[in-house]
């Protein structure tokens, strides 16, 4: 059965680090993964992605603050996101990429950014 | 990076079509075939329905369906069902800005 699990803090300091890591079960992790976020009651963001290769790609407008990293030996994707602000506060979702597109999303984890 | 742009809202009545559109630039959807549409209810992950522009994953209805022409694609939703009633999201490869997705559209089985 496939299943993506998304897990974190779910309340993060502002100018501190999300970090949040994806448990990846029932498909190879030899695939692209990506992060999308949504803030509330808003529309859907690509954050950036990673092949097991070890290739990453990121949205530019947030390509100096995250680092997208694999460890194959737990099937797990993680996300760090620097110096957080409150525009940082959404639902993070990890999500397979196949043929450019997402097939694969997990159920997804809140992430308030607050002092 | 600019949001692909969708109309906020579509509604139509049970067994209608109805078909939202995603206008983007040659840079993302008019630069390749690779437009993908999710659907997402309330409190739920999005659910791939389109991908490729035109192709249907595995166990999505035929009623979904997608087209393109230059700059902007289509998801037209035939015979339209309760269950159908959500928000969708287009979604466009870009080269080397990664992807970007849509504005997103409320669809409302009236």
Not at chain 2, 48 to 73: C, H, Q, W
Not at chain 2, 84 to 99: Q, R
């Amino acid at each position: 059965q496939v299943h993506l699990q998304e897990s974190g803090p779910g309340l993060v300091q502002p100018s501190g680090t999300l970090s949040l890591t994806c448990d990846v079960s029932g498909v190879s992790i030899n695939d692209w993964w990506s992060w999308v976020r949504q803030p509330p009651g808003k529309g859907l963001e690509w954050i950036g992605e990673m092949f097991h290769s070890g290739t990453t790609n990121y949205n530019p407008s947030l390509k100096s603050r995250v680092t997208i990293s694999m460890d194959k030996s737990k099937s797990q994707v993680s996300l760090r996101l620097n110096s957080a602000t409150a525009a940082d506060t959404a639902v993070y979702y990890c999500a397979r990429g196949i043929y450019h597109a997402f097939d694969i999303w997990g159920q997804g984890t809140m992430v308030t950014v607050s002092s | 990076q600019s949001a692909l742009t969708q109309p906020p809202s579509a509604s139509g009545s049970p067994g209608q079509s109805v078909t939202i559109s995603c206008t983007g630039t040659s840079r993302d959807v008019g630069g390749y075939d690779f437009v993908s549409w999710y659907q997402q209810h309330p409190g739920k992950a999005p659910k791939l329905m389109i991908y490729e522009d035109t192709k249907r994953p595995s166990g999505v209805p035929d009623r979904f369906s997608g087209s393109k022409s230059v700059n902007t694609a289509s998801l037209t939703v035939s015979g339209l069902q309760a269950e159908d009633e959500a928000d969708y999201y287009c979604s466009s490869f870009a080269g080397s800005l990664g992807y970007v997705f849509g504005s997103g559209t409320k669809v409302t089985v009236l």
